[in-house]
């Protein structure tokens, strides 16, 4: 059975980073695009970064580019959001998702943005 634990949440002021990490275990890791999603307070979950299988292109909701990076080690069957710039609408419940010919699901991490 296919298992993502995230961890690298926390609070951080504006302007500060994070690196979220998700270790994935119990399937291919490299069959699968791996993603992130985040939802916050009152919101609908939202998609924020792509890394495809087999070393496609990463692509970013409009929102987080240039200030998130998603980074997928094949070795240590991980992927990382990089998060820089952190500003207070980032602030939600972060979520790693591996998507092929199942999708599983991470528990969560809770990043909040915050002076």
């Known amino acids: 059975q296919g298992q993502l634990v995230e961890s690298g949440g926390g609070l951080v002021q504006p302007g500060g980073s994070l690196r979220l990490s998700c270790v994935a275990s119990?399937?291919?890791?490299?069959?699968?695009?791996m993603r992130w999603y985040r939802r916050a307070p009152g919101k609908e979950r939202e998609w924020v970064a792509t890394?495809?299988?087999?070393?496609?292109?990463?692509i970013y909701t409009d929102s987080v580019k240039d200030r998130f990076t998603i980074i997928r080690d094949s070795a240590r069957s991980t992927v990382y959001l990089q998060m820089n710039d952190l500003k207070p609408e980032d602030s939600a419940v972060y979520y790693c998702?591996?998507?092929?010919?199942?999708?599983?699901w991470g528990q969560g991490t809770q990043v909040t943005v915050s002076s």
């Open positions: 998702n591996a998507n092929g010919m199942r999708d599983y």
């Open positions: 119990g399937f291919v890791f490299g069959i699968f695009d």
């Open positions: 890394a495809p299988k087999l070393g496609g292109n990463t």
